[in-house]
């Protein structure tokens, strides 16, 4: 069923990315979406249990739908956001189910790598929120969260802290970069993205259950970042 899912997500960002006017974007989505849930009822097998369970299903995917069309559109889910203040950014993390914060330099190489992932797993991940806030804008959180290192970023889930990386030790043995399933691993193991479907009786798979602490990248004497002078 992630086929399907993933196919209404990259649609409907693309949908934003071109010049249509609005009224025709979601007109489009919506025949979209309906194709998608025929197909998905229509697949010819009148097992009885297995129809319940697609009834199940297309229900799901049709409230994922709904869900990811609303973030998108009214939301800024599905691009890395640039946030203005520290205000801005608490009152986010207080109301954002997933939130994923960069912490970062503008002119720093290793900053503007770390957002280049980012942006590409924001438009992949519309239930997540992805921000990112220079260093010089935050001074209060900078201090509090002693960071020191960058690319800096810190995770949240229901308001509580689950992951946080510094620098790019965690994410491979290059100093100068990473792929972007490194990152991605440590974000579904921190609960922050989804890469597995939950069971039929709605429980996450046991590898999303054992991820309920926080997931640190800590960092060391090898980690590879770029000294923050403050």
């Known amino acids: 069923m992630s086929d399907p899912i993933q196919q209404y997500n990259s649609r409907l960002i693309d949908d934003l990315d071109s010049t249509h006017e609005n009224g025709r974007q979601e007109e489009e989505d919506q025949t979209h979406l309906s194709e998608i849930l025929d197909d998905l009822e229509n697949d010819g097998n009148n097992d009885p249990f297995l129809q319940l369970y697609r009834e199940k299903r297309m229900q799901e995917i049709s409230d994922h739908f709904k869900l990811v069309e609303k973030n998108v ?3 800024n889910y599905g691009r890395l956001q640039e946030l203005d203040g520290e205000s801005q950014l608490l ?3 207080s109301k954002c189910p997933k939130l994923v914060v960069h912490f970062m330099v503008e002119k720093f ?3 503007q790598y770390m957002n280049d992932k980012l ?3 924001a438009r992949k991940y519309l239930t997540t929120k992805f921000v990112k806030i220079s260093v010089e804008n935050c001074p209060f959180l900078v201090e509090k969260l002693k960071i020191k290192v960058l690319p800096f970023l810190m995770g949240y889930k229901e308001g509580q802290e689950r992951f946080r990386s510094i620098g790019f030790a965690k994410l ?3 100093p100068n970069g990473f792929p972007t399933t490194k990152l991605e691993n440590l974000l579904e193991r921190a609960g922050l993205v ?3 479907p939950k069971h039929e009786d709605g429980t996450e798979s046991r590898r999303t259950r054992e991820s309920d602490g926080p997931q640190y990248a800590r960092y ?3 980690d590879a970042g770029s ?3 403050i």
Do not use: M, V
Request: hydrophobic share 20%.
């Open 194 to 196: 989804s890469l597995q």
């Open 73 to 75: 559109r009214e939301k």
């Open 91 to 93: 009152s986010l993390s």
């Open 119 to 121: 942006e590409i797993l």
């Open 109 to 111: 190489s290793k900053c």
């Open 220 to 222: 060391s004497d090898s």
């Open 227 to 229: 000294e923050l002078d």
């Open 172 to 174: 491979g043995n290059d």
